[in-house]
């Protein structure tokens, strides 16, 4: 099977509670401003296995986590930061989660994929190389 297919079902999430509760108010009060952003967030939200912050994995894309992770359709791998819209700043590597990116990465675990839109709407598969998560 190839990785896109492997892909292309959303992979199992998980979110930490402080991260659900966060995430869930952001997007909610950016969905008239980015519709389509907050609805990624908000559908990756509802699936997602929301856990004790204690109890979420090292290696769980969380908010301000650094994450390494390939685009396959490039075949170039990043090295971001995924942080909320007040603090993104691509050009030091840091992504809002309310980018299709940030959406598609939040709550993966190093290793896995997500076949995911870009923002013109094509499909690409993003793998989680490597998580470093911030210290508590």
Request: net charge neutral; glycine share 6%; no cysteine.
């Given at each position: 099977?190839?990785?896109?297919?492997?892909?292309?079902?959303?992979?199992?999430?998980?979110?930490?509670?402080?991260?659900?509760q966060?995430?869930?108010?952001?997007?909610?009060?950016?969905?008239?401003?980015?519709?389509?952003?907050?609805?990624?967030?908000?559908?990756?939200?509802?699936?997602?296995?929301?856990?004790?912050?204690?109890?979420?994995?090292?290696d769980?894309v969380?908010?301000?986590?650094?994450?390494?992770?390939?685009?396959?359709?490039?075949?170039?791998?990043?090295?971001?930061?995924?942080?909320?819209?007040?603090?993104?700043?691509?050009?030091?590597?840091?992504?809002?989660?309310?980018?299709p990116?940030?959406?598609?990465?939040?709550?993966?675990?190093?290793?896995?994929?997500?076949?995911?839109?870009?923002?013109?709407?094509?499909?690409?598969?993003?793998?989680?190389?490597?998580?470093?998560?911030?210290?508590?």
């Amino acid at each position: 099977m190839t990785s896109t297919a492997r892909a292309s079902a959303r992979p199992r999430i998980i979110l930490s509670e402080t991260d659900a509760q966060r995430l869930s108010a952001l997007a909610m009060q950016k969905e008239a401003s980015a519709p389509e952003a907050a609805g990624l967030l908000l559908d990756e939200i509802e699936r997602a296995q929301v856990r004790p912050d204690h109890l979420v994995p090292a290696d769980v894309v969380g908010m301000n986590a650094t994450v390494e992770f390939v685009d396959e359709t490039h075949g170039r791998s990043r090295l971001v930061q995924l942080v909320y819209p007040a603090e993104a700043d691509i050009s030091a590597g840091r992504v809002s989660v309310l980018t299709p990116i940030g959406a598609g990465l939040i709550g993966l675990t190093a290793g896995q994929s997500i076949l995911w839109p870009d923002r013109d709407g094509h499909k690409r598969t993003l793998k989680v190389l490597r998580v470093e998560r911030a210290a508590a």
